[in-house]
Nanobody, 123 residues
Framework: QVQLVESGGGSVQAGGSLRVSCAASGFDFWFYCMAWFRQFPGKERERVVGVNSRDKVDYADAVNGRFIVSRDNIQRTLSLEMTALKPDDTATYYC?????????????????WGQGTQVTVSS
């Protein structure tokens, strides 16, 4: 059974940093695209970053240069270090497992999700 368990997140002032992590189990982690999404109230989930099975990383323009993703195929973890945070980054952040090795921007390209963790950035 696929499990994605997020941890981290929390509240920080603008300009600060936070880290969110995802512990995966129940599947061959190394084979699949893994991604972080975020969701604003009333909006569809949007992809923040995807890492495919060949460690190719693709960041959303809104976070490129501020967020850094790391993937550990031995520990089966996916982490996101978020720096220079802005109030616009306030959202629920989700870890997601892709349907295969390649990553897609649309949430429909992902079939398993963590429970989500809240990130709040105050001005």
């Amino acid at each position: 059974q696929v499990q994605l368990v997020e941890s981290g997140g929390g509240s920080v002032q603008a300009g600060g940093s936070l880290r969110v992590s995802c512990a995966a189990s129940g599947f061959d982690f190394w084979f699949y695209c893994m991604a972080w999404f975020r969701q604003f109230p009333g909006k569809e989930r949007e992809r923040v970053v995807g890492v495919n099975s060949r460690d190719k990383v693709d960041y959303a323009d809104a976070v490129n240069g501020r967020f850094i993703v790391s993937r550990d195929n031995i520990q089966r973890t996916l982490s996101l270090e978020m720096t220079a945070l802005k109030p616009d980054d306030t959202a629920t952040y989700y870890c997601a497992k892709g349907r295969g090795s390649d990553c897609y921007i649309s949430p429909r390209g992902y079939n398993d999700w963590g429970q989500g963790t809240q990130v709040t950035v105050s001005s």
